[in-house]
């Protein structure tokens, strides 16, 4: 199958860098796969799981908010967080689903409330990734 070279960066740190086969990602305007020769465009990431397929295997990992631009040569996407299940802390994302419902239960500002709904959507997508732990392709 043909690849292409993806780049995924965080603040902190340069979280995946190969040829792969695909990746899909949870995009504003719904999931989007990313194949050799796609069309260069660039688009918005919405938090919740990413499936990176290389070498036959396909992985997945939890990706914040952030952007991905697709190049003919290479993809980049650029995220404030991406992990790989076992790096989930648990208790931490139970803690910050907890805190964000509290928060909505407030009934806060508008800018507020859209800020505590994307806080619950990464603490969701975490757990989601935590306990899926996809893995296929073995
Ligand atoms: P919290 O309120 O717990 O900080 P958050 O969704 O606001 O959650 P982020 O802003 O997405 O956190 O991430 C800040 C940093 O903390 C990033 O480096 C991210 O990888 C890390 N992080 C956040 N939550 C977790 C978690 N549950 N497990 C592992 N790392 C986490």
Redesign the pocket.
Known sequence: MRTFFLEII?P?KTFFRGEVESINIPSVGGACTVMAGHQPMVFAVEPGAIRITADGKTREAFM?EGFVEVRPDETIAFS????WPE????R??V??KE?AEEQLRRNRSAAEYRLNRV?LA??FA?LKVKHHNYMSGD
Do not use: G, L, P
């Open positions: 965080t902190e914040s404030q967080a991406v992990e790096d989930i802390n648990e931490r994302a803690d910050a805190r806080a990464r603490a975490r």
